[in-house]
């Protein structure tokens, strides 16, 4: 993989500790598989495979939310330590391919993103999209499959926690939100999160905002909806990530919050009840 990161620029914190080992997609940090909760960041990275350049795009591109989510893979590495659980990192920058969105859906991989052309995904040959599913997109849901199964098999089935970040401004619109959680069905983890974040903070708490989390095929519904399993996806925004402070201050924050919550044996085991998806009648 070709390092993109500017290691040096401050405001990318601790993004730099999920660089790539050679050839694998993802990244994996060891956990415990029977404390109930698996960490996951679908934006984690900013990085390509050389063989992609930089996919016609100047590099100052790379160190924008186009290429990755700022200071998310920062606080998933620390939340991560602090609680002793699993992560699943991308190792790969959703210009490439984007593990936060369906298969089948349009924005899978971009031509256009906030004004940005990418002439090299606008240039793909036929077989290319298929090409970067087998070989990124699809590893990265597998080794979130293979942590989740670990975990029940340890016999405590998990709690998914998605990390994202969004901008302070969208469209010339100021985004009023510190942090948000999205979710669509399953409201078993998001309303204590909710509950604590507000009544904790002096922050404004976007329930499904900045965005909804109801989206189907992206990897909150397919690994916990459609798997029965409790989950929430935090976004938080970058000028609170940005660097190393915040990320510290934000991953202890949701680290505390969380333990707090696992500990409620009630709460505990109702997050850990494999939720059956209804029959779909006709």
Same mark, same amino acid.
């Given at each position: ?92 920058? @959703? ?72 901008t ?19 409201? @078993? ?9 507000? @009544? ?6 976007g ?29 938080? @925004? ?9 990320q ?35």
């Amino acid at each position: 993989m070709a390092q993109l990161i500017d290691t040096k620029t401050p405001a990318l914190g601790t993004d730099h500790l999920a660089l790539p080992k050679e050839g694998s997609p993802f990244e994996l940090l060891n956990g415990a598989a029977d404390r109930g909760l698996v960490l996951v960041c679908d934006h984690a990275s900013n990085q390509l495979p050389p063989e992609y350049g930089s996919l016609g795009l100047p590099k100052a591109e790379f160190l924008r939310h186009i290429a990755y989510d700022i200071g998310a893979a920062g606080v998933t590495i620390l939340m991560s330590k602090i609680l002793g659980v699993p992560a699943v990192l991308s190792k790969f920058s @959703r210009l490439l391919i984007d593990p936060n969105r369906g298969a089948d859906d349009p924005t899978l991989i971009m031509q256009l993103s906030d004004g940005a052309i990418i002439a090299g995904n606008a240039s793909m040959s036929e077989a290319e999209p298929q090409h970067r599913y087998q070989q990124f997109y699809k590893p990265y849901h597998q080794a979130i499959d293979r942590q989740i199964d670990d975990c029940i098999a340890a016999g405590q089935p998990p709690a998914l926690i998605s990390i994202h970040s969004f901008t302070q401004e969208w469209r010339g619109d100021l985004r009023p939100w510190e942090a948000g959680i999205l979710w669509d069905k399953d409201p @078993r983890l998001v309303h204590p999160l909710l509950d604590c974040l507000r @009544r904790e903070t002096d922050f404004t708490i976007g329930d499904n905002e900045p965005y909804t989390g109801k989206t189907k095929g992206d990897c909150m519904n397919r690994h916990g909806t459609m798997r029965g399993l409790a989950h929430a996806l935090i976004e938080i @925004r970058q000028d609170q990530i940005k660097d190393g402070a915040g990320q510290q201050e934000w991953a202890g924050r949701l680290a505390d919050i969380l333990t707090r919550i696992l500990k409620d044996p009630a709460r505990a085991k109702e997050l850990s009840i494999i939720k059956k998806l209804p029959a779909i009648s006709g």
